[in-house]
């Protein structure tokens, strides 16, 4: 497959690497490595599929453009719009051209997230109480003024990670997911998010950039044991913990297991990527609720959001 880079910040470096030889040619508008400034510049004949690392206000434009010629995508996430008909008709556009159009959510190809997930779908551990998910770094000073400090700031970086694997993990559910706290510490955009679903499971996702060490952690309570992950292999290593619960009451039996770096997931999602291109067709409900999620979530919060 003939690949276009859309994007050299540090994000579409990553996927020129892992793409390796499949990528034919790069764009950016500043970086003087790139062939192309402007992907309207490259010839629509020498590529099958790009992939868009850029900021998040481009992304629809250019997904448009590229599926009306059917060319695949993947988009780095998440692919936002305020008006969720946007996507609708990306997806209405995607099936007439039969282009695949993926948005990259990578921490599902963690090896202990996808072996949390397993155990769950196994029932060995009972039916999910409770869940938590946490996501933060110390990048406050690094984003701000950057196009990470606009629109929706952590809650779409970090925290749209956090929703998406909220899903993935917990089955089909969708949940409707309330804010309990958007806050603006350092920030023009959020830089600390709390958000909450009430149903069955309780999941409880936070995230921030005011987080000194970068931190990573899932737990799940559930009727028969627990599960606990910390760390993502990008930081070196992820440790996946399993207590069986003990009745009527005591120390649980515990299975600890250590996943040392490097990381597996972009590789992974590549692959995953490469897949779909060859059976398709492309589904955007994940887009469509994530999207739908983080607007009524500021839209009900009355935040105004920064320009």
């Given at each position: 497959?003939?690949?276009?880079?859309?994007?050299?910040?540090?994000?579409?470096?990553?996927?020129?690497?892992?793409?390796?030889?499949?990528?034919?040619?790069?764009?950016?508008?500043?970086?003087?490595?790139?062939?192309?400034?402007?992907?309207?510049e490259v010839p629509v004949a020498s590529f099958d599929a790009a992939i868009l690392?850029?900021?998040?206000?481009?992304?629809?434009?250019?997904?448009?453009?590229?599926?009306?010629?059917?060319?695949?995508?993947?988009?780095?996430?998440?692919?936002?719009?305020?008006?969720?008909?946007?996507?609708?008709?990306?997806a209405k556009l995607a099936r007439s051209t039969g282009a695949v159009c993926y948005t990259a959510y990578n921490h599902r190809?963690?090896?202990?997230?996808?072996?949390?997930?397993?155990?769950?779908?196994?029932?060995?551990?009972?039916?999910?109480?409770?869940?938590?998910?946490?996501?933060?770094?110390?990048?406050?000073?690094?984003?701000?003024?950057?196009?990470?400090?606009?629109?929706?700031?952590?809650?779409?970086?970090?925290?749209s990670h956090l929703i998406d694997l909220s899903a993935f993990l917990f089955g089909s559910v969708h949940p409707k997911f309330v804010a309990w706290s958007l806050k603006r510490f350092e920030n023009r955009a959020f830089?600390?998010?709390?958000?909450g679903y009430s149903g069955?499971?309780?999941?409880?996702?936070?995230?921030?950039?005011?987080?000194?060490?970068?931190?990573?952690?899932?737990?799940?309570?559930?009727?028969l044991g627990s599960a606990h992950v910390r760390g993502l292999c990008k930081w070196g290593s992820s440790t996946f913990v399993v207590r069986r619960r003990v009745f009527p009451s005591g120390t649980p039996h515990e299975i600890v297991k250590t996943v040392d770096g490097p990381d597996p997931t972009w590789a992974e999602e590549y692959q995953h990527f490469e897949k779909l291109c060859t059976s398709g067709p492309s589904s955007f409900e994940n887009d469509l609720w994530i999207n739908s999620t983080l607007n009524d979530i500021v839209e009900a919060s009355g935040d105004k959001l920064p320009s």
């Amino acid at each position: 497959m003939r690949v276009l880079q859309v994007g050299l910040g540090n994000q579409g470096c990553k996927r020129c690497d892992v793409a390796g030889k499949d990528i034919i040619a790069r764009v950016d508008p500043i970086n003087a490595e790139a062939e192309y400034k402007s992907l309207y510049e490259v010839p629509v004949a020498s590529f099958d599929a790009a992939i868009l690392s850029i900021p998040d206000t481009l992304k629809l434009g250019l997904a448009e453009y590229l599926i009306s010629k059917g060319k695949h995508v993947l988009v780095e996430k998440p692919l936002l719009a305020r008006d969720g008909r946007q996507i609708a008709e990306l997806a209405k556009l995607a099936r007439s051209t039969g282009a695949v159009c993926y948005t990259a959510y990578n921490h599902r190809f963690e090896p202990n997230i996808k072996a949390l997930k397993s155990l769950l779908d196994s029932g060995e551990i009972g039916p999910v109480y409770v869940a938590r998910l946490f996501y933060g770094n110390g990048t406050a000073k690094n984003v701000k003024f950057s196009w990470r400090d606009e629109g929706f700031g952590v809650l779409s970086d970090l925290g749209s990670h956090l929703i998406d694997l909220s899903a993935f993990l917990f089955g089909s559910v969708h949940p409707k997911f309330v804010a309990w706290s958007l806050k603006r510490f350092e920030n023009r955009a959020f830089d600390y998010i709390l958000l909450g679903y009430s149903g069955f499971p309780l999941i409880q996702v936070e995230a921030t950039y005011l987080s000194w060490r970068n931190t990573f952690a899932v737990d799940v309570l559930c009727e028969l044991g627990s599960a606990h992950v910390r760390g993502l292999c990008k930081w070196g290593s992820s440790t996946f913990v399993v207590r069986r619960r003990v009745f009527p009451s005591g120390t649980p039996h515990e299975i600890v297991k250590t996943v040392d770096g490097p990381d597996p997931t972009w590789a992974e999602e590549y692959q995953h990527f490469e897949k779909l291109c060859t059976s398709g067709p492309s589904s955007f409900e994940n887009d469509l609720w994530i999207n739908s999620t983080l607007n009524d979530i500021v839209e009900a919060s009355g935040d105004k959001l920064p320009s």
